[in-house]
């Protein structure tokens, strides 16, 4: 089970974007993933008429390796860490550490 998902808040901890949040686009499978307006790159294109993709610099972006985010916590309003735990009828659920509220409900 990962710890970070397609659609959680997270806060970036480290790097040239440290303390911005933003959502989790896509989970990509070697351990890094995409986040909304962070990391932002400027890739210069060049353009072709006959697919009509116009030319020029444009803004995307890029990957980010999981350990330079961490799940946003609305009750502290801090990055926490997160933990997995069995539940009694054997689902498997996130939970943060520090204050022990579940993700998954």
């Known amino acids: 089970m990962r710890k970070i998902r397609k659609g959680d808040n997270v806060i970036v901890i480290s790097g040239r974007d440290k303390g911005r949040k933003g959502a989790v686009v896509s989970v990509l499978d070697n351990d890094t993933l995409i986040v909304e307006n962070i990391n932002r ?24 390796h999981v350990s330079k985010v961490a799940l946003f916590n609305p009750g502290t309003q801090k990055a926490g860490r997160v933990g997995v735990k069995r539940l009694a009828d054997g689902k498997r659920v996130r939970f943060f550490k520090s204050n022990g509220e579940m993700i998954d409900a």
């Open 41 to 64: 790159v400027k890739r210069h294109t060049r353009g072709n008429p006959q697919q009509n993709k116009p030319g020029g610099i444009l803004e995307k972006e890029a990957p980010l």
